[in-house]
Each structure stands twice: as C-alpha cells, then as structure tokens.
C-alpha cells in the first residue's frame, strides 16, 4: 500500500441555465497529500490532508430568483483524515478512514462548519487481476441527517490493458463511482468514469436575516482523463466532462428547505498535478 500522491489541480466549470433565470459558473483549485505515519508487512498507516476553493460566479436572473440573490461565492473545504490498512493474510486487507471536515462560505463561523466521516471495509484478492470486497461509508451532514451509505471496492484487471476500479480518481470529484481505465502505453493512460457528488457547507449571514444558513450543491460529473506519466514520480492529467443531473438547495440555518433550483448539464475542463511517493 502506498500514502496517496501530492495533487494539486484546477478545474473550470462553464456552468449553464438556473431555473427561474440566469446563470452559474465555477472554478476549483485543489490541493491535498499524505505522510506515512507506520509502515511493515502488515500495517500501514499514514495522514492525509486537503484543502479545495470552490469559487461560484451567479450571473443575470430577475429580482428575487435564485442566481439573482446570489447566494454563495467561495467556499472552503478542508479536510483532514488518515489512511489505515491491515493486511490479515495474503488474500485479506482491512481497511479504515476516519476524517474530519470543515466546509464554509468565507465568513461563515469555523465551528459550524464541522463534520466527521469515516470509511470502514475489507476487500479479498481472487487473484492478481482481481480484488473486491464490502464496506460501509458514514457522512455527517451541517443540519441534515448523516448520510450512511454501501461501499463495493473493485479493482478488476479484465484484460492485458483495461480494468475497472472504484478507487480514488485524480482530481475528479468527492464522491463514490466507477471508473474504467485504459493503459495506452507505459507513460500514457485514459480513464472513463462517473460520480456523484454532493457539497453541502456552511454559508454566512449575508442572505439569512443574520442566521448562517446552508447551500448545496448536488450533480453527477462524466469525465475523461489523460494522464501522462512524465517521470516514475511526476505525472500531469488533463481533465474534460460534463456535469449532469444538477441542482442547487438553500436551506436555514436549522436545515429547513427554502429553496431547490436544477441547473443545466455543465462542461468542465481542467488539469492535475501529481508527485508519487
């Protein structure tokens, strides 16, 4: 097992249409990297930490709609977790990931913008092209029940160059999804996927009569990614999709709904960075 790479990237999403009128448009940065706390045959254990700028741009909208009240712009995420793997024989592995994460609005209180998570799952290796196995994910949610939820893992070798995996895709998104991937040649691999993804932070009292409400952003991201091993520790990924099935809530700052806009499919392009322990 291995500490999870140093990435930084960015991401530029066109946005498209919101209901009721105007439009939406964003840019990620990202940042994130691991340090091996202990490491033998058996165990491994190892830090990590992440830090994303999400900064939204509401465009146009008549007086009272949605992108007119322009609700949010940059929100923060960080996140810091850690990474524990146990190998119990030379077909079994467990695995954990606890973390914490702040997600907020520039201006909203630190302290309401925290929430914990944790990752818990085995995964059995049939053979050396195929490994899979069960697990279970928990997500504290700001004002909203946590969300609980199945892990499959998969990492399926199918034949000499494609194989399937569930894993950690570069820059991509935050959620859980699947990914086929393509080795082209040594230095050169494409990767098809889809996830799904949900952003829910804490926003500042600029809309909510003083109170500090909460924004949302939910949609399932198709992307492409061609990755080009520069170097055995340097890499760079070119990132391009589209973002489907899209929309916007705002709630109070108890978690009652005040509002649920769709927005259109939105293309994103974007490049990644990598440096492999």
């Known amino acids: 097992m291995e500490v999870a790479p140093f990435q930084t990237g960015y991401i530029y999403d066109f946005g498209g249409n919101v209901d009721g009128g105007g439009d939406v ?37 008549p007086a009272g709609s949605f992108a007119g009240l322009k609700p949010w712009d940059d929100v923060h ?17 467990l695995f954990a990931l606890p973390s914490v994460r702040s997600t907020g609005e520039s201006g909203a209180n630190f302290s309401d913008t925290l929430t914990g998570g944790a990752l818990l799952g085995a995964s059995y290796k049939f053979s050396d092209t195929l490994t899979i196995g069960p697990g279970v994910g928990y997500v504290g949610q700001l004002e909203d029940s946590a969300s609980v939820f199945p892990i499959l893992v ?71 990614i061609l990755t080009w091993q520069a170097t055995d520790h340097i890499q760079t ?27 259109d499919p939105s293309p994103f392009i974007g490049i990644n960075l990598g440096y492999n322990f």
């Open 237 to 263: 990924s070119f990132i391009a999709g589209v973002g489907l099935a899209s929309d916007f809530l705002l709630d109070d700052s108890n978690g009652n709904r005040l509002a649920r806009k769709d927005y």
């Open 25 to 61: 448009s964003s840019q990620l940065f990202h940042i994130s990297g691991g340090l091996p706390l202990y490491k033998n045959d058996d165990l491994f254990v190892a830090l990590a930490a992440s830090y994303q700028l999400h900064s939204y741009e509401f465009n146009g909208g």
């Open 77 to 93: 995420t960080g996140n810091l977790g850690a990474f524990i793997g146990w190998k119990i024989t030379d077909k079994w592995n």
């Open 154 to 224: 998969i990492d399926w070798q199918f034949c000499e160059n494609l194989s399937l995996t569930t894993g950690p895709i570069v820059g991509a998104s935050l959620g859980p999804g699947l990914a086929i991937k393509w080795q082209i040649k040594d230095d050169l691999r494409f990767t098809f996927g889809a996830r799904s993804e949900r952003r829910r932070f804490r926003l500042d009292d600029s809309i909510s009569n003083g109170e500090q409400g909460i924004g949302e952003d939910n949609s399932i991201p198709v992307f492409g």
